[in-house]
């Protein structure tokens, strides 16, 4: 999931230990989106995929993050899935239901759990069968710019020049960076200090620049938009984010610890 809207500015930094712990939900996450991952067919339908994702987490004891996320359109219905599954034009936030995969198709999986106290969020765009070949550079691309920021970030460095690296990469692909959903810190709460946007804009009065710090605990999660515009619509179920052009996008989430020489990634299974 990722956030919307301003939060109070406090940097929450972790141990090592409690890195640790969050590394266990991170593991976590990763089992989740591999199950999906192996289940992710044609005929199978979003539903069934959000369905075998409670099971993982719930076996192993963890609490999901994404069932009843209050909404940020005033009055609009609290999340009601599982994870969130977005096809093909389709961004973020999208409501597992009866929508049946196709070949062809790409599947955007976010999941967020708590394991004994400590959150991990993680999302990956998953490509079913022979996909159209101009989708499946936009899968790699949206990849690629988020392995740019994690093998960028260090202790000293401003996240400004993490993510012009991202917003240059994708749109010298020709591809649109998504604006109205950023990444996030994340710890004890899903959506911790401070916003993590996947772009820099110094004229909008939102885009606040920090420093990587050693203990920071990020969810870093790119959304790249084929069609090159990253304007977005909300379906009237107030809840599935689309492009406006109605062309595929993808989505990559992983959670980062900022170490002394780099970062390391909590949700990449290891
Ligand atoms: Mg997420
Ligand atoms: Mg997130």
Known sequence: MALLGTRKPKFI???QDEIERMRQAGRLVYQVLSKCRELCKPGVTTKELDEAAYKVYTDAG???LFLNYPNS????????????????????????GQRVIKEGDIVSIDCGVNLDGWCGDS??????????KK???????TQHVLQL????IKPGRKWSQIARLMQNFAERSGYGVVRAFVGHGIGRQLHEHPQVPNYVDRKDRNWKDFE????????????????GSGDTRLLSDQWTVKT????PSAHYEHTIAVMADGCEILTDGT
């Not at 989708?135 to 691309?141: A, M, P």
């Not at 990587?212 to 069609?227: D, F, K, N, S, Y």
């Not at 406006?244 to 062309?247: M, N, P, V, Y």
Request: net charge negative.
């Open 62 to 64: 963890a609490k999901g």
């Open 123 to 132: 999302a990956t765009t998953i490509m079913v069968g022979d996909v159209h």
């Open 212 to 227: 990587l710090r050693e203990g920071l605990v990020l969810a870093i999660e790119p959304m790249c938009t084929l069609g």
């Open 244 to 247: 406006i052009d109605g062309l």
């Open 13 to 15: 930094l972790k141990s």
């Open 149 to 152: 920021a994690i093998d960028n």
């Open 135 to 141: 989708v499946r550079q936009l899968c790699e691309g």
């Open 73 to 96: 359109q005033q009055g609009g219905p609290p999340f009601p899935g599982n994870t969130c599954i977005s096809v093909n034009d389709e961004i973020v936030h999208g409501i597992p």
